[in-house]
């Protein structure tokens, strides 16, 4: 079968091996600033969230400036604009762990709607509990949204935004959007704005690949959607609605040989 012309380009443009040690050298340099961030993160979380925070952001930072630095995969913004002063609720396209720390550095105080699996995850996990993530089963269908709905009322009166991804996982570059109800009935009990974020870092850093490919991912910010007095069906259709032309934009398909 005859590759697509973009695709034989990024062959040969791009050394596999060298890609596949750089990651590596990447996922070492992830693991030890975890290692290294971790405990203190959750020592001063003990005294302070406020300051404990701040050494999140410093993670996040070592994160992503690392990636750039030993990957070559850098970024660009755009609707920072859009971006409310106050906390707000967030609906973001999701389809690599990349977000979960960029998008991170651009809120106030964010905290993230997460499964409750991953605070089991050891320091990780850990710092999740006492960074005050909605942490959640899945499984427990009503009483989890009403658990999604208590608890972002809290985070958002304590001055956090709260960050959901409505396709609840990570998806494949050119994936049939699967937007989930839970983000919007939130909004739709609570009458709290949204703020959608479009997102391309699949194509560089894609899902269940260990390959991170060098480029420039784009952070889209939509303009705030009025949630107060909408039904929950409506308010993601719109969400829906800006997030997946604004993908449509942003995403140039087969960019890279996907491959794992």
């Known amino acids: 079968m005859t590759e697509n012309p973009s695709t034989q380009q990024a062959t040969k443009t791009y050394n596999r091996p060298w890609l596949m040690f750089k990651s590596a050298v990447y996922w070492v340099w992830l693991t030890l600033n975890t290692l290294i961030m971790g405990a203190p993160v959750l020592l001063v979380s003990l005294f302070s969230h406020k300051k404990a925070y701040w050494l999140v952001m410093w993670w996040l930072r070592g994160n992503v400036y690392g990636l750039r630095a030993i990957c070559g995969v850098g970024w660009k913004v755009d609707g920072l604009e859009n971006i409310p002063k106050h906390a707000t609720l967030v609906l973001s396209k999701h389809q690599s762990t990349?977000?979960?720390?960029?998008?991170?550095?651009?809120?106030?105080?964010?905290?993230?709607?997460?499964?409750r699996s991953l605070s089991l995850i050891p320091i990780f996990g850990w710092a999740l509990r006492t960074m005050k993530f909605i942490l959640i089963d899945r499984r427990a269908g009503r009483s989890a949204i009403k658990q999604m709905?208590?608890?972002?009322?809290?985070?958002?009166?304590?001055g956090c935004s709260v960050v959901i991804f409505p396709e609840g996982t990570r998806v494949p570059v050119g994936a049939e959007p699967n937007y989930r109800i839970g983000g919007a009935l939130v909004a739709e009990k609570t009458g709290i704005e949204i703020l959608p974020v479009a997102v391309n870092s699949g194509e560089f850093w894609p899902r269940m690949s260990f390959i991170k490919w060098p480029g420039e991912i784009t952070v889209s910010f939509g303009p705030v959607i009025k949630t107060e007095g909408k039904l929950a069906n409506d308010i993601i259709k719109e969400v829906e609605g800006w997030i997946e032309p604004r993908m449509a934009e942003i995403t140039v398909k087969d960019r890279f040989p996907y491959q794992g």
């Not at 709905?149 to 304590?158: D, G, L, N, S, Y």
């Open 98 to 115: 990349w977000e979960t720390f960029f998008v991170s550095m651009l809120l106030p105080t964010p905290v993230y709607v997460a499964k």
């Open 149 to 158: 709905v208590e608890q972002t009322k809290e985070r958002i009166a304590a």
